[in-house]
Nanobody
Framework: QVQLVESGGDSVQPGRSLTLSCAVS????????IGWFRQVPGKEREGLSW??????YYSESATGRFTFSKDNARNTVYLQMNGLKAEDTAVYHC?????????????????WGQGTQVTVSS
């Protein structure tokens, strides 16, 4: 059974940093596409960062402020977020899908975590 469990969401002031964690079980973060996404009610889900093996990709909104990392031994991935803005307020999800010949930079992932809430407000 595949499970992804996010943690680390919090309510912070603008300009602060947060690091989200995603503990993965049932598949290996070394072998699967892993993505970070966020969802605001009433808006489309937004992809932020995608990783496969040693390659990491970022959306325009994540570039320069967000950093994807992973700990293969812990089978856990992270999203470090710096310089948070009010518009970063969302539920953040990690997701996994089997790597194939297609790009991992997509949103039709197979397995999803339940999400963790990030609120940025003064």
């Amino acid at each position: 059974q595949v499970q992804l469990v996010e943690s680390g969401g919090d309510s912070v002031q603008p300009g602060r940093s947060l690091t989200l964690s995603c503990a993965v079980s049932g598949v290996s973060v070394e072998e699967y596409c892993i993505g970070w996404f966020r969802q605001v009610p009433g808006k489309e889900r937004e992809g932020l960062s995608w990783n496969i093996w040693s390659a990491t990709y970022y959306s325009e909104s994540a570039t320069g402020r967000f950093t994807f990392s992973k700990d293969n031994a812990r089978n856990t991935v992270y999203l470090q977020m710096n310089g948070l803005k009010a518009e970063d307020t969302a539920v953040y999800h990690c997701a996994a899908r089997r790597a194939d010949d297609e790009s991992c930079v997509r949103d039709d992932y197979t397995y999803w975590g339940q999400g963790t809430q990030v609120t940025v407000s003064s």
